[in-house]
């Protein structure tokens, strides 16, 4: 599956952005489906996991309650929808596909689990 993500820019805190993570080649809606963040000088970091077939939803603490993910099969497109932005929000954004099997949550945060990954999308957040 090829992923793309989209929606990235400069805003000021407090504002919201929509990530998009359009999928192509495969339908995505057997996948779990994660979203990740790269901030400068730092490991990417998970951020959030929607599964499949209402399996749930999982977030980093520090986005709970700003953050959103969900997903849209009919468009093969999962979105991260963000708001009261911080500046220490400030990262590229990968989106990341588990298209083996379903993510294991006690291991939620290790990048290891997602086989296909998207390119990422900047999102800068002024003070």
């Known amino acids: 599956v090829q992923l793309q993500a989209s929606g990235g820019g400069l805003v000021q805190a407090g504002d919201s952005l929509r990530l998009s993570c359009a999928a192509s080649?495969?339908?995505?809606?057997?996948?779990?489906m994660g979203w990740f963040r790269q901030a400068p000088g730092r490991e990417r970091a998970f951020v959030a996991v929607?599964?499949?077939?209402?399996?749930?939803?999982f977030y980093e603490d520090s986005v709970k309650g700003r953050f959103a993910i969900f997903r849209d099969n009919a468009k093969n497109t999962v979105y991260l929808q963000m708001n009261n932005l911080k500046p220490e929000d400030t990262a590229v954004y990968y989106c990341?596909?588990?298209?083996?099997?379903?993510?294991?949550?006690?291991?939620?945060?290790?990048?290891?689990?997602?086989?296909?990954w998207g390119q990422g999308t900047l999102v800068t957040v002024s003070s």
């Open positions: 990341a596909a588990k298209t083996g099997g379903r993510i294991i949550v006690s291991a939620i945060r290790d990048n290891r689990q997602y086989d296909s």
């Open positions: 080649g495969r339908t995505i809606s057997n996948y779990d």
């Open positions: 929607i599964r499949r077939s209402g399996g749930g939803a």
